[in-house]
Structures are given as C-alpha cells and as structure tokens.
T-cell receptor
Framework: GAGVSQSPRYKVAKRGQDVALRCDPISGHVSLFWYQQALGQGPEFLTY????????KSGLPSDRFFAERPEGSVSTLKIQRTQQEDSAVYLCASSLGLLSYEQYFGPGTRLTVT | SQKIEQNSEALNIQEGKTATLTCNYT??????LQWYRQDPGRGPVFLLLIRENEKEKRKERLKVTFDTTLKQSLFHITASQPADSATYLC??????????FGTGTRLQVFP
C-alpha cells in the first residue's frame, strides 16, 4: 500500500513568509507525528496527534509553528513569518497507534529560508 | 530529560564483517527501544523494536540487544554488505507515545 507522503518535497521561502507543509499518513493510522531534522542530527519531536486531537505540542519551537489534523487524516504544519533558523527537513510519521509503536516516515520536506 | 548518545564518528567496515553500533541513554529505562535506518534525502525506516523485558531480538542479519543495567543497546549487522551503508538511528520512548532520537551513526561498508 501507499506509504506516508509529504508535499512539497522542497520549499524555498524568503524570511518573513508563511509556509504550509502537508502530510498524508498511511490510511488507517491513528497517530501522526511531526519532527524537525537539522543536518547531521536525528529527528527532533515537534508535535503529535491521535486522530484529530493534538495530544502533545511541547516540541514546537515557538508560537510561529502551528499544526492541525482536522479530520484525523491529512495534517498540515504551518510556519508563520519564517526565520533562517527554521531551515531544516520536516518529517512526518504515522503509526497504527493502540500500542503499535513503530513509526512510518515520509520523505520529508526540505525548507530553506533565505 | 532523557538523552541518547550514539557514536557520531562514522563506522567503516569491510564487507562480510559484523558491524556493531552502540546506543546509550542516560536516565530512566524506556519501555521499548527502536532502531531505524536513514538514507540521504529520505525519511527513517523502521528496523527493529525491543522491549525492556527482552534481552535480544533478531531479524534476518540484524540483531539488537537491550541491557537496562548498562542503559545500552547494541545493534549488529552480520555479513555486512555495501547496501547496508546508511545512517542508523536509535530511538526510545519518553514515557509517552513520542520518540526521542539519537544523532545517528553513519555506517560505511566497503567491498
């Protein structure tokens, strides 16, 4: 079946612009996660949804970052007034949830803020 | 908070040898620990999960051990092949559903 997809794959934004990153999880997966990955580092947790409920957003770096999953499937990560330090790869992952812990990752969106 | 340490230096080994990667954590023992593989430009791919009450788990040429006394997991690839060259990430739960990842260790298998 189809895996996790993310769009766009690459995004270049001028500093101060707003961006929206989309994630299509595996059909039927209850849990959805967003991570930020800097070059040479492991993924860092941003936020987590179970169905449409955002259960944990402790990793969001500032109030410029906002995520939603209104119908419990597709999710969007929005970054307002982008800054250069927001440049990174943004990864989305989904899992079955309900005590199934392995996560399935999308290819990521590489965001470059100039 | 939980911290994970993986060897940041690349591991270079010859084809056919066993590669051993280390993951150490500093605080409480997690309920489970996972290993992922990441290739350049791609998202991580799940390989193995081991629970706190399991000492060892195997899958084909892969073996993972989990020592809660040492706060360490070892990841072994036997009969390594050039196609095994990638970055390997260790991840553990934060006593919640989210994962904390290490920085990863880059493995290079040369012919």
């Amino acid at each position: 079946g189809a895996g996790v997809s993310q769009s766009p794959r690459y995004k270049v934004a001028k500093r101060g612009q707003d961006v929206a990153l989309r994630c299509d999880p595996i059909s039927g997966h209850v849990s959805l996660f967003w991570y930020q990955q800097a070059l040479g580092q492991g993924p860092e947790f941003l936020t987590y949804f179970q169905n449409e409920a955002q259960l944990d957003k402790s990793g969001l770096p500032s109030d410029r970052f906002f995520a939603e999953r209104p119908e419990g499937s597709v999710s969007t990560l929005k970054i307002q007034r982008t800054q250069q330090e927001d440049s990174a790869v943004y990864l989305c992952a989904s899992s079955l949830g309900l005590l199934s812990y392995e996560q399935y990752f999308g290819p990521g969106t590489r965001l470059t803020v100039t | 908070s939980q911290k994970i340490e993986q060897n940041s230096e690349a591991l270079n080994i010859q084809e056919g040898k066993t590669a051993t990667l280390t993951c150490n954590y500093t605080n409480y023992s997690p309920a489970y620990l996972q290993w992922y593989r990441q290739d350049p430009g791609r998202g991580p791919v799940f390989l193995l999960l081991i629970r706190e009450n399991e000492k060892e788990k195997r899958k084909e040429r892969l073996k993972v051990t989990f020592d809660t006394t040492l706060k360490q997991s070892l990841f072994h690839i036997t009969a390594s092949q050039p196609a095994d060259s990638a970055t390997y990430l260790c991840a553990l739960d934060d006593n919640t559903d989210k994962l904390i990842f290490g920085t990863g260790t880059r493995l290079q298998v040369f012919p």
